[in-house]
């Protein structure tokens, strides 16, 4: 971790839905049609097969990440950084804190889709271990294609 303060990883409430869909936005859906809008976010929170984290630097939220927990396979629907805070460990503790429920879930593989334009993204991935799989064509709004990448975790 690069950064001075500890940083805290919780489960997102409710309350925060607001904050994690304005990021989304900012973030991620930008130029797109938005999708990850509060409501969205707040079902997330409370669907009992997905997980919504917080990660947070003295109350300020640094960036978050949702996942959605299935039988062998987990999806990474989202996860983000705030830019003052990218590059400094967030977002691999988001990932690896997400990563360790899945292995104790018995979760074998995690999947990603992201913008074929998102270099940055793919390189982070591809750091943590993740693999190219496919490309799906007009995946975002029917004008931009998806990379899908895919770690296999360690049973131990």
């Known amino acids: 971790m690069n950064i001075d303060k500890p940083l805290t990883l919780r489960a997102a409430h409710v309350s925060d839905a607001a904050t994690i869909a304005s990021m989304s936005r900012l973030l991620i859906e930008h130029g797109l049609r938005w999708r990850w809008n509060t409501a969205r976010v707040r079902r997330a929170i409370s669907d009992k097969d997905t997980m919504v ?61 992201m913008r074929e334009s998102n270099n940055p993204a793919r390189q982070f991935y591809e750091h943590l271990g993740f693999r190219f799989v496919r490309k799906i064509p007009n995946y975002y709004d029917n004008a931009e294609a998806a990379v899908v990448m895919v770690r296999t975790l360690s049973t131990c």
Request: glycine share 12%.
């Open 53 to 113: 984290l917080i990660g947070s630097i003295e109350g300020t939220v640094t960036g978050f990440a949702i996942m959605k927990f299935r039988d062998e396979e987990s999806h990474l629907f989202l996860i983000a950084v705030a830019p003052r805070f990218q590059r400094t460990g967030v977002g691999g503790a988001l990932l690896t804190w997400l990563e360790k429920s899945c292995r104790t879930a018995g979760i074998r593989h995690v999947r990603v889709e």
